[in-house]
Each structure stands twice: as C-alpha cells, then as structure tokens.
C-alpha cells in the first residue's frame, strides 16, 4: 500500500458488491493493452458499456460525500514501453482499486483528499 494511494480501496466484500451493483467483468482486463503498464489498476469497463455512477462515503460524523462519476471513471491511462504517457479509450477505468484491502478497511484515495474540505 502508498503512503498516499491514488484510487480508492475497499474491503473485499464491499468491493463484490460494488462489482456485482454495476456488472462489472473480469473478461474487461483482457482487452487492456499487454504492453500498457498500469501503476495502481483501477476497475475496468468497456468503453461501449462505460461507468454511470458515482460513490457516497458517510464519515462516522454524519459527514457524506459523493464522488460524481466525471471525477470516479475516466479512460484507462498507463506508461507504454517507451515511458511515455498513453491513453486507451476503448476502457474506462473506475477509480477503485482492483483488489480488496489487505486490512479489510475503506482507505481514501488522494483525489478524495485532496478535493474534499469543510
């Protein structure tokens, strides 16, 4: 785990469930780019299905919120071969960590952080 990780991580379970919510698949990942190498993996769709949602977290403060879909999903973003920066657009990435948390805990990501004040 990053001292300050980028995406969003969730424990197992809440992370089937999510999954399960908006038909998320496996077969997704084997269209990404064999030569594309990806940093933090995201969850991955189809760009034909995309992603339409968005992500509420309630603190234990009664303090909610909502991660609209234009700042959770975007194009799959990675680093070719050549160390440069490169997009593939045929698969949108949602901006949760693609395994569960190895703690079993909800841990934000910088985007969150880094946006959210009172």
Not at 72 to 93: K, S
Request: charged content about 20%; overall charge negative; hydrophobic content about 40%.
């Amino acid at each position: 785990m990053q001292r300050y990780d980028d995406l969003f991580r969730v424990p197992q379970t809440l992370l089937q469930s999510f999954q399960e919510a908006t038909g998320w698949s496996a077969d997704t990942a084997a269209d990404v780019d064999s030569d594309l190498y990806i940093v933090e993996p995201g969850l991955y769709y189809p760009q034909i299905k995309g992603f339409n949602g968005s992500l509420i977290f309630t603190l234990n403060n009664g303090f909610v919120v909502e991660i609209p879909n234009e700042e959770l999903a975007n194009p799959l973003r990675g680093i070719d071969p050549n160390g440069a920066r490169r997009l593939q657009p045929n698969i949108t990435e949602v901006n949760i960590f693609s395994q569960g948390d190895p703690l079993n805990t909800a841990v934000l990501g910088k985007v969150f952080l880094s946006q959210v004040s009172y």
